[in-house]
């Protein structure tokens, strides 16, 4: 309406923030490209964590649910058929002869067998699986206890993390296998599994064969998938890309309950 | 307006009229980050949105029934990517706009909003979080500012809650507003009640709720009470509110910015801007000579 403007001071600031705007348009992704403006922005994941942290408690439980809520599929993302010889070799033997290595700050390094992970101390629990994408689906989960399974190798007391080698190569040649990794508060939480039944059936290869990890109170790219090895840590820094896991180091953040 | 008492005038310019001073600093402070932290909050959540372009109501996406909002493509007979918009079951094309759009070498390609429209520009899920993230907090810190400095220097008693005259005007504020006849002279110096009734749901409801429902989302506060998130009707519907209580914001940013425009943009904008609004001298031997 009186959008145009005689006085100069006006035509001024009209042009001045027009310009603005288009300049604050392609500045947010060239600062979304730049070294350092990234890491402004990360340092609310601190904030994040701590504010989570101090309302919702170490040992709250994720919610549960009831049969009825089951979705009917359970959707699989990212990889649905590990593109390893080895994983497929596995599975064409019925996971038999897989093994669940467990090493780095332990007092005892151990591997598991199916069987044996079956004896461990399980859980059954109906949880929602919440993706970074946005979408959720209802699942059934039994698994055995990592804190159980921790405690039977026992912890040293210097480690903070437990690092989660895969079997599904992120890459289509082959390499970049996925990783994950937790701390010891959600590694030692009674609903985080090391699961291998879904719905009541032996979890399809879909949805992580033989084993994937249930840490219910984060989002979905921190259940890893096709679990090979654990590796108990003081420090992730010098894994990989040295964030934490394999999104993590394409820039999602290492702390997902959010 | 917290200044009423404060500081009646300056010295007047133009003949009948004069400056007052309408909007304290904070304020202004506080609405301008508002500005930036609502934008990049916008714009950064369309990107997320994107990474999954649908709605639901529900404890989750898979429940057998559809999804109530999605945006996607679909090609037609001449292998043409077509942008489609559905509501409720019902399609709309909405090619250019929504689902489809031309990318700059003039080929229709699959995007769910304009490049334009989100940060970052093409789809980036990852980065997208982290200016959500970032805003998000400085909104809400914003906000508490605000919220404390407004009851603890009484702009929220004096100058936001509705008297009993405001309640009697409403009727004819309401016809004020429809023929867009705004007022010049004492009145200008106040919220009128439609202003300040709006005000008052923005800042105590609808911002509160997208708010709630951005941490609802949030699979850590989850666990604060168990089942909490059910009472907005579980985790996929307070996807879907958060969305609608964006939307709203930005409703509300539009009727905002139309009533500056039809109410004197100059005027109401340097008002946010150094705080001062010129105002019709309405006793007659102030404007006479």
Known sequence: MKLRARNPRRRFLLRGSSAMAALALSGCDALSRSDWFPRVLSSAEKLDRGAQRLVAPRRAMAQEFTPADLSPQFRSNGTAMPQNAAYQALAAGGFADYRLEVGGLVQRPASFSLTELRALPGRTQITRHDCVEGWSAIGQWKGARLSALLESVGVQPAARYVVFHCADPMEDDGTEPYYESIDMDDAMHPQTLLAYELNDHALPIKNGAPIRLRVERQLGYKHAKYVLRLELVESFARIRGGMGGYWEDQGYEWYAGI | ?289
């Open chain 2, 1 to 289: 307006m917290t200044s009423a008492a404060r500081s009646p005038t300056t010295a007047p310019r133009r003949r009948g009229t004069y400056l007052y001073y309408r909007h304290a600093l904070p304020v202004r402070v506080m609405h301008w980050i508002n500005v930036i932290a609502l934008t990049v909050l916008l714009m950064s959540g369309l990107n997320i949105f994107s990474a999954h372009p649908a709605l639901y109501w529900g404890r989750s996406s898979y429940t057998g029934r559809g999804p109530v909002f999605e945006i996607g493509t679909v090609e037609d007979p001449r292998g043409d990517t077509v942008g489609v918009t559905r509501v409720l079951g019902h399609d709309f094309v909405t090619t250019g706009a929504l689902g489809a759009a031309r990318a700059p070498d003039g080929e229709v390609v699959e995007r769910t909003f304009p490049s334009w429209l989100t940060i970052p520009g093409n789809r980036w899920l990852a980065m997208a979080r982290r200016w959500h993230f970032f805003f998000a907090w400085v909104f809400v810190l914003n906000g508490l500012c605000y919220l404390g400095y407004s009851i603890a220097s009484r702009h929220l008693s004096r100058d936001l809650a509705p008297d009993r005259t405001d309640w009697r005007s409403i009727g004819r504020s309401i016809v004020d507003h429809l023929r867009f006849r705004h007022p010049a002279g004492e009145a200008a110096k106040r919220y009128n009640v439609l202003q300040k009734l709006t005000y008052l749901a923005v800042v105590f409801v609808l911002v509160p709720l997208v708010i709630l429902m951005g941490l609802a989302m949030s699979p850590r506060l989850d666990t604060v009470l168990p089942g909490w998130v059910d009472f907005f009707g579980g985790r996929q519907s307070v996807r879907t509110l958060h969305f609608i209580a964006a939307w709203l914001i930005v409703a509300f940013v539009l009727v905002h910015v139309f009533e500056v425009i039809v109410a004197g943009f100059w005027n109401e904008l340097r008002s946010m801007i150094t705080g001062r609004y010129r105002v019709q001298a309405e006793a007659p031997d102030e404007t006479a000579r």
